[in-house]
């Protein structure tokens, strides 16, 4: 008796999940943290935002930093993220 192949199941790609929607585990809006990091770097910082997710000291440090750096720029953006982070911790919501 000869066996026919079974077919490979088609795999199905699952929802993307929308990248830029809110998601209450991040500390950081997506948008606002690409820019700022992709900022960083033009000014030789190397900044992950991986780490800027997930380890709240090490996020505050890099903040820190853009905001010592004479880039007027990066620092409002720094501000802007520092007052999303302090908006978290406290549990007020975000600006409509």
């Known amino acids: 008796m000869s066996t026919v192949p079974a077919r490979p199941t088609p795999v199905t790609a699952a929802p993307s999940a929308n990248r ?7 500390l950081w809006p997506h948008e606002l943290l690409e820019a700022f990091c992709l900022r960083m770097s033009s000014q030789g910082m190397c900044v992950s935002s991986a780490l800027m997710q997930h380890d709240r000291r090490y996020g ?30 406290s549990g007020i919501s975000g600006p409509h």
């Open 20 to 26: 830029h929607a809110p998601d209450a585990s991040q």
């Open 60 to 89: 505050l440090e890099q903040l820190t930093h853009a905001h010592n750096m004479a880039d007027d720029a990066l620092r409002v953006m720094a501000v802007q993220l520092f007052r999303h982070f302090e908006a978290r911790q």
